[in-house]
């Protein structure tokens, strides 16, 4: 499995940015897929999941109703839509693959990694 993630880049306070992670490889046993957060200098941290056969979301609370994940299955492709965002939200951004049911808001959950995209939030 190849998680490539896209979409970053540097943002007003207030604004947008749309994420976008296309999956390829053997994805038939994939119970779910998530993005995390690096903030410079902290731990990374879980943003968003969404199961892969069923629409149902999971989220980290400080970023309910600003952000929406969602999936293509036809394209392989997740999303997680951002909006008002914060400076507090700049990060490298993560999509991970999730291979058993469990916790969604783990990092040893996932298996499979993207290479990360940077969100800049300028205040």
């Given at each position: ?15 947008s940015?749309r ?22 200098g902290k731990?990374?941290e879980?943003?968003?999941a969404?199961r ?6 999971y989220?980290?609370e ?10 293509d299955n036809a394209k392989?492709?997740v999303?997680l839509?951002?909006g ?5 939200d ?7 693959r ?7 808001d ?7 990694w ?10």
């Amino acid at each position: 499995v190849q998680l490539q993630a896209s979409g970053g880049g540097l943002v007003q306070a207030g604004g947008s940015l749309r994420l976008s992670c296309v999956a390829s490889g053997s994805l038939w046993n994939t119970a779910a897929m998530g993005w995390f957060r690096q903030p410079p200098g902290k731990e990374r941290e879980f943003v968003a999941a969404i199961r892969w056969n069923v629409i149902t979301t999971y989220y980290l609370e400080s970023v309910k109703g600003r952000f929406t994940i969602s999936r293509d299955n036809a394209k392989n492709t997740v999303y997680l839509q951002m909006g008002s965002l914060k400076p507090e939200d700049t990060a490298v951004y993560y999509c991970a693959r999730k291979l058993n049911g469990g916790t969604y808001d783990y990092t040893g959950e996932y298996d499979y990694w993207g290479q990360g995209t940077l969100v800049t939030v300028s205040s």
